[in-house]
């Protein structure tokens, strides 16, 4: 198994150090990230792009995972980041990522979001609806300043998994409809704005992708969209966006392909459009978010009680759960789970891996092999990495959990784990 590695004693180790240290050093439950596969995976989607001599920006969707350590190691990367609120740009202005490098998201970003982000000059707002638009024009009215956009459509595909559908007109909350000309009215508008430089036109497709169909569809309708905008309004955008979406695996059944598959079919498509109407080939920009964090993310837990009742499978729960990790009470989502002191240990048992929340949909993982356990063993949930720590709450007025970067056999927490005083610290006496 190469989803996690082993030290010379059959712990498991996560960037090379012992993660029972880990959970006995920092306490559990536990978000451990494996720096070095952040940036492995990172650097394959930027190497992609480099063997296939296409201009290119990888942007980070860190809804996946938002920090300032997160946005420091971007950083170092070289990368771009989107942020999708002002609590996502706030942090990574505190982490001094660099604004130029930086993209902002969102179906109803507020006046003073956009002000927010035009104030510290970021690299691109990515324009969502007509409402965005006007929000914008009043707060560049007056003042001699420009703002690059770029325009969200709706090419009306979705993509999960590794299925995806056409859905002609798409039933969305996000982005300009293609299909009743909704786009069209919007880059009419954009460009009659001088204070609006138009640099490209983005669309997101779906999360969780395990097929490359459906980016292939997209970049189609995408390069027929330029075409048509070529012709009719001799508008050329610089950048196509093709958003996020690209899946990882996180039990046996999901077959993931590697970054370099999806980018060269995703370019050769392109190419092939590109030379057969004569097009230029626009910059791709890709915004991956699960795919550069997940895998790298491991959550930590201890074991307590446990419950056998003969003709029933047995629950064994842990001390976190869907207020650290909601996606499997919110989407079903799957997982693998590893006992730390051995992970290797012959599975003897079928248990629900129960969450300690007042909530009977607080499993975490159903039906789970593990070895014979004890309370007290502690258990690593794989690839959490992605949407866990980032979608975390207070649920049961429980703290959440610390997050420690490992790199090299150096672990360093990056987000200290809440005490029972932040808990009460915004609460007011009456
Ligand atoms: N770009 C845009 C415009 C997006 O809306 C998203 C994700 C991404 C990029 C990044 O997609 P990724 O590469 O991470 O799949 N909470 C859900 C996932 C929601 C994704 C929303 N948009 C989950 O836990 O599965």
């Avoid at 300009?176 to 009659?192: P, R």
Wanted: proline share 3%; charged share 15%; aromatic share 10%.
């Amino acid at each position: 198994n190469n989803y996690y590695q082993t030290n010379n004693q059959g712990h498991l180790i996560i960037g090379g150090v012992d993660a029972l240290e880990l959970a006995k050093n920092y306490g559990t439950p536990l978000v451990v990230y494996d720096v070095a596969q952040i940036r492995q995976q990172f650097q394959a989607f930027q190497q992609a792009f480099t063997n296939l001599k296409v201009n290119s920006v990888i942007s980070y969707a860190s809804k996946a995972f938002s920090a300032i350590a997160m946005y420091q190691l971007i950083n170092q990367l070289k990368g771009h980041i989107d942020v999708v609120s002002g609590g996502e740009l706030y942090t990574a202005l505190k982490a001094n990522f660099p604004t130029d490098r930086i993209s902002f998201h969102g179906n109803n970003k507020t006046k003073e979001e956009l002000a927010l982000a035009v104030e510290n000059q970021v690299g691109v707002i990515i324009l969502d609806n007509f409402h965005e638009i006007e929000l914008l024009e009043q707060i560049l009215n007056n003042t001699s300043k420009r703002v690059s956009v770029m325009l969200r459509v709706t090419p009306g595909i979705t993509a999960h998994t590794h299925q995806y559908v056409q859905t002609g007109q798409e039933d969305s909350k996000f982005g300009f409809d293609i299909s009743s000309g909704q786009a069209e009215q919007a880059l009419l508008k954009v460009q009659a704005n001088k204070q609006l430089k138009l640099i490209g036109i983005h669309a997101h497709i779906g999360s969780q992708i395990l097929a490359v169909g459906g980016f292939k569809l997209e970049v189609k309708k995408l390069m027929h969209l330029i075409r048509e905008w070529a012709q009719k309004y001799a508008y050329q955008p610089q950048i196509l966006n093709l958003g996020g979406g690209f899946g990882i695996r996180y039990t046996a059944q999901d077959q993931v392909l590697a970054p370099d598959i999806f980018i060269k079919e995703i370019v050769q498509t392109m190419r092939a459009y590109a030379q057969k109407y004569h097009l230029e080939l626009p910059e791709i920009w890709i915004e991956p978010g699960r795919s550069i964090v997940g895998q790298a993310g491991y959550s930590l837990y201890t074991i307590g009680s446990s419950k056998t009742v003969p003709g029933i499978m047995p629950y064994i729960t842990v001390d976190g759960g869907m207020g650290d990790n909601i996606r499997p009470a919110l989407y079903q989502a799957e997982y693998e789970t590893v006992l730390v002191r051995c992970p290797q240990a012959e599975p003897k048992q079928v248990v629900h891996l129960a969450g300690r929340y007042c909530e009977s949909g607080d499993i975490l993982i159903k039906q789970a092999s593990l070895p014979q356990v004890e309370a007290g063993d502690v258990v690593a949930v794989l690839a959490t990495g992605a949407y866990g720590y980032s979608m975390a709450s207070n649920y049961n007025r429980v703290p959440r959990p610390a997050v420690v970067f490992a790199e090299a056999g150096h672990a360093q927490e990056v987000i200290r784990r809440e005490t029972y005083a932040d808990l009460v610290s915004h609460d007011c006496f009456y």
